[in-house]
């Protein structure tokens, strides 16, 4: 499959009053959140799509959902090598996977579980089709890798997580990794560290004004 890379140039000016984008781990709310298609591509998403693209790098991570980084807009990344020197980059805007064929069982992990791996099933291929942030569409078939990426990614943008996508088995054996998660992610909110969900529900749904 070809597909333009979309990367713009980082613009280092940031607008008076907005944060960094951070990587949020399970199970912060937002990794729950459907999101709706993107309507709009502004100066300010294209922007967050750059930090994103530097947070992927950053924790050498070769796929990033926008709610991975507390975004309810329907947009992921990914860079098979995780390695901008080494494999193309593609921003994936609203996209539509279809036409899964075969299963083929492969060992993910997810940047918003840090050091969690575990074995998932998948369609080996699917169809997917996309815009970039010019808004031109594009598709085609994915396989392999790339098209793994794909489907994880388009899972996040439905609020799935590759934890729900186990075998029982497999859920098992994460299980007390998944609850250590759990607790950490209460007692910070605690500590107030992380907003409380209202507020974190109250800006996703700013967010999604905007853009969706
Ligand atoms: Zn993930």
């Not at 995780?82 to 069982?105: C, L, M, Q, W, Y």
Request: aromatic content about 8%; glycine content about 6%; proline content about 6%.
């Amino acid at each position: 499959m070809s597909i333009k890379t979309n990367a713009s140039g980082y613009d280092m000016c940031r607008q008076p009053g907005s944060r960094p984008l951070e990587i949020v781990q399970y199970p912060y709310p937002t990794l729950r959140h459907k999101s709706k298609p993107v309507r709009r591509v502004d100066k300010e998403l294209r922007k967050m799509v750059d930090e994103m693209f530097e947070l992927m790098f950053a924790s050498k991570g070769v796929g990033l959902a926008a709610n991975q980084v507390d975004l309810p807009v329907r947009l992921f990344l990914l860079n098979e090598a995780g390695n901008p020197d080494e494999a193309e980059s593609h921003v994936f805007i609203n996209p539509i996977v279809t036409r899964p064929k075969g299963s083929e069982e492969k060992e993910e992990g997810c940047l918003s579980f840090p050091e969690l791996y575990a074995p998932v099933k998948r369609p080996a291929s699917v169809h997917v089709s996309a815009y970039n942030l010019k808004g031109e569409e594009f598709e085609g078939e994915v396989d392999g890798l790339f098209g793994r990426i794909v489907q994880h990614e388009t899972d996040h943008l439905d609020g799935v997580l590759f934890i729900d996508r186990l075998s029982t088995t497999a859920t098992m054996q994460v299980k007390e990794e998944v609850e250590t998660f759990e607790r950490q992610f209460a007692s910070m909110q605690e500590r107030g560290e992380i907003p409380e969900d209202d507020a974190i529900a109250k800006r996703v749904a700013e967010l999604e004004d905007r853009y969706c």
